[in-house]
T-cell receptor, first 114, second 112 residues
């Protein structure tokens, strides 16, 4: 069974631009969560989608948004990029989310904002 | 508010020695606790979880964790560490909104 696939793996943007990251979950998984990982802040929860609906949202500004498609693939978008948005963005999938807790992570998309 | 703390930024052990990575938690209800490991330039991998039942939980790669309710701890252990265990380890707790809150992480270095 294929794992969680994130694209692109690496990207460089400049301040003010916007970026879209993609995540394909494990087949059959309906929950997709996004996390931002930085050396200073660690792993911060962005949002979770389940069956095309946002189920949870972390404490990030409205510049961070996401969506999920009917095939469970998810995208996240960051508009008006700031230097502080440089991070590793991790996507994780699970069958249903919630208290099963076992998330399957992709290898991440490393964003550098110049 | 739910939270989890990993008091040690780094843990260094010699290969073959026991490895312990500490984690304490704070939750309002029953704790759902997890350990994940991250190898360089990779995503996180699930190691083990405690939901209910036995306080000693066994997981992947020979790791185990002991849940201690009175000390609100969930320390990760391995009896005999390997060089390949060198990685970043995260403890996590599920909060009331079904989100996983992660600790800051502990870098484990196992020297040959």
């Amino acid at each position: 069974k294929a794992g969680v696939t994130q694209t692109p793996r690496y990207l460089i943007k400049t301040r003010g631009q916007q970026v879209t990251l993609s995540c394909s979950p494990i087949s059959g998984h309906r929950s997709v969560s996004w996390y931002q990982q930085t050396p200073g802040q660690g792993l911060q929860f962005l949002f979770e989608y389940f069956s095309e609906t946002q189920r949870n949202k972390g404490n990030f500004p409205g510049r961070f948004s996401g969506r999920q498609f009917s095939n469970s693939r998810s995208e996240m978008n960051v508009s008006t990029l700031e230097l502080g948005d440089s991070a590793l963005y991790l996507c994780a999938s699970s069958f249903q989310g919630g208290d099963t807790g076992e998330l399957f992570f992709g290898e991440g998309s490393r964003l550098t904002v110049l | 508010a739910q939270s989890v703390a990993q008091p040690e930024d780094q843990v260094n052990v010699a290969e073959g020695n026991p490895l312990t990575v500490k984690c304490t938690y704070s939750v309002s209800g029953n704790p759902y606790l997890f350990w994940y490991v991250q190898y360089p330039n990779r995503g996180l991998q699930f190691l083990l979880k405690y939901i209910t039942g036995d306080n000693l939980v066994k997981g992947s790669y020979g790791f185990e964790a002991e849940f201690n309710k009175s000390q609100t701890s969930f320390h990760l252990k391995k009896p005999s560490a390997l060089v390949s265990d060198s990685a970043l380890y995260f403890c996590a707790v599920r909060d009331d909104e079904d989100k996983l809150s992660f600790g800051a992480g502990t870098t484990v270095t196992v020297r040959a």
